[in-house]
């Protein structure tokens, strides 16, 4: 099943001339061409947090989490070969042209991408200089603020299979331009980072030259900035600070230290007939990078509905997108400077798989954060999953499941006003505590609080998919996928909805949604279980097997029996019953 990703930064690399290099020696080009790979262009690709998603014999494509980290990697590739070809005759050089764009792509199944945002990086390449990078018109309006560069404006240029002409401008790569963070025009004041995440929401432009849609676009940031509010651990900027900026074009790094923020989200309204177009940008102020892009598609027949969805969609994209870049600064923090906030950060990438062994290594740090602060609510929210993790996946160890009740109860005690924490202490609730009015109460507390909390949507699909009523489990799923569909929690959605279809007897319909949620975390061992159940009674065999292996590879110790026995008290009795059926046909030890 593919996906549409939102402006996607895309790097197209070729070798110019390679066909003519290969017939003068052809394993001489081939050797040097993969030694260039293995020394220069994978590390560098890798360094700048990139990912190669289709080769041939002499190019590449490649996808960066934001167009700073393509440029970046573009220009230490270009400058990488400048001493490599310094002593080689010029007829026997390896030369590499590269095209940068960023735009929307498809993304298959097998993660390769297709559509305009690929085929313009493509084309771009392909009319490159030797040596050169060409970058589209939307990427550099989204790099020059936050970079030195230095550029030569080429014009629109008209590109194979590309019904518009692309605005083009060529990275001059040998010139002063550093492809590091700008200076910035003037020094100023600096103002202190507050002691958690911080954010400010600038004015929108109004790129219509309409007086009315200055109105819509100030309404909207006024609702984002009440909206991020509601993130309890987020301080944002008041609104009279962020629209002393109403009318400028300030630069980012500037704006980080005037107002003493580690984030901000700019955007545009454009409006074309009676049609509107809004973009939105998520930048660390510190270095220019951009986190996060996206643009939305509305009619004017109802301007405050419209309003009111791209708010909910920009709030609830912004929290798991900064919570990512603070996992990433504390990351980079020295072990002995980590205060309960850094230990809690640094112990979330250790959920994603929802698996024992990575879950204890949370479970580590989170013991460290609630001993420097023991009233941590998040930090309980989520000892108490890392302990569920380990009861249901590690062997019903009752004192673990004890300890995992109790600090789930005591996220709620101290976390009455954090989503995130009310949110995650559901699955211990829920699975350890047998308690789904507490789990549902939660969940319910949570969406009171920040009704755009995609944790609450995720989590709150999960335990109604497996206790409670199928229609919100469903319509929790379909809400948090549209908030944040590249959350690591996004598993909990397609794994709910398999549930769901488990519950209604549509046993193909759940393969293909369980399959999905396998996908998107392959290494959570009880998808493949409910998977290979599902499989096995949509009459699927000859795939039954491959999954049934997956399983017991994941989870050597797996028995149907204490499974099914264990989640009986909480599982939906159709649920429990198609369940129980599958697995008896899928030769997975009893």
Not at 126 to 141: F, M, N, T
Not at 518 to 543: K, M
Request: net charge negative.
């Amino acid at each position: 099943m593919s996906e549409t990703r939102k402006l996607a930064a895309i790097l197209a690399a070729d070798v110019v001339g390679f066909s003519r290099l290969s017939a003068a020696d052809e394993e001489g080009t081939v050797s040097r061409l993969r030694a260039l790979r293995h020394e220069l262009i994978d590390p560098v690709i890798a360094a700048h947090n990139g990912r190669t998603f289709k080769t041939t014999g002499d190019g590449r494509l490649s996808e960066f989490p934001s167009i700073v980290d393509a440029v970046r990697a573009a220009l230490e590739l270009q400058r990488g070969m400048i001493p490599r070809n310094a002593n080689v005759a010029p007829e026997k050089r390896i030369e590499f042209r590269v095209g940068i764009h960023l735009g929307d792509v498809i993304v298959e199944h097998d993660g390769d991408l297709m559509g305009d945002g690929v085929n313009i990086a493509a084309r771009l390449e392909g009319i490159c200089e030797p040596g050169a990078i060409c970058l589209s018109e939307d990427a550099y309006r989204h790099v020059r603020s936050r970079l030195d560069l230095a550029v030569t404006d080429l014009g629109r240029k008209e590109l194979k299979n590309i019904p518009e002409p692309v605005h083009v401008l060529a990275l001059e790569v040998s010139k002063p331009g550093s492809g590091k963070p700008a200076a910035p025009d003037s020094p100023k004041m600096r103002m202190a980072l507050p002691d958690k995440p911080s954010i400010v929401v600038l004015p929108f432009q109004n790129m219509s030259g309409d007086p009315e849609q200055e109105y819509f676009a100030d309404g909207m940031v006024e609702d984002v900035i009440t909206g991020l509010s509601r993130i309890n651990w987020l301080f944002v900027v008041a609104r009279n600070s962020s629209f002393a900026y109403k009318g400028k074009s300030p630069d980012i790094r500037q704006v980080g230290r005037e107002l003493g923020v580690r984030y901000v989200l700019e955007g545009s309204v454009r409006k074309a007939g009676n049609r509107v177009r809004i973009t939105g940008q998520l930048v660390e102020a510190e270095n220019g990078t951009h986190l996060w892009a996206d643009k939305f598609d509305g009619a004017l027949e109802d301007v405050f509905d419209l309003q009111d969805r791209i708010t909910e969609t920009v709030v609830g994209v912004i929290e798991p997108n900064v919570r990512r870049a603070e996992i990433e600064r504390a990351r980079r923090r020295r072990p002995d400077s980590l205060d309960a906030y850094d230990l809690y950060l640094r112990a979330l990438p250790h959920f994603a798989s929802a698996m024992p062994a990575d879950a204890s290594v949370g479970i580590g740090y989170l013991e460290q954060a609630l001993t420097l602060d023991p009233n941590y609510a998040v930090a309980h929210a989520y000892l108490s999953w890392g302990l569920e993790i380990r009861v249901t996946r590690g062997g019903f160890n009752e004192a673990d499941a004890i300890a995992g009740v109790r600090h789930a109860r005591l996220a709620l005690t101290h976390g009455t006003e954090d989503p995130t924490a009310l949110s995650v202490a559901t699955v211990a609730l829920l699975h350890l505590g047998r308690d789904f009015q507490a789990a549902s109460g939660a969940v319910a507390r949570a969406l009171l609080l920040n009704g755009s909390c995609a944790t609450a949507l995720f989590w709150g699909a999960h335990i109604n998919s497996m206790s409670g009523d199928a229609a919100i489990a469903e319509d929790y799923a379909v809400r948090a996928l549209r908030l944040s569909p590249f959350d690591p929690l996004s598993f909990l959605s397609h794994s709910a909805r398999g549930f769901v279809r488990l519950r209604e007897g549509r046993y193909a319909e759940a393969s293909a949604l369980l399959f999905e949620a396998a996908q998107t975390n392959p290494g959570f061992s009880v998808i493949h279980i409910f998977l290979a159940a599902a499989l096995a009674l949509a009459g699927r065999s000859d795939e039954v097997n491959s999954v049934s292996r997956r399983v017991l590879e994941l989870e050597p110790t797996f028995r149907v029996g204490p499974f099914t026995e264990y989640f009986s008290a909480i599982m939906r009795p159709e649920l429990l019953n198609s369940l129980a059926s599958g697995l008896q046909k899928t030769g997975l030890p009893e």
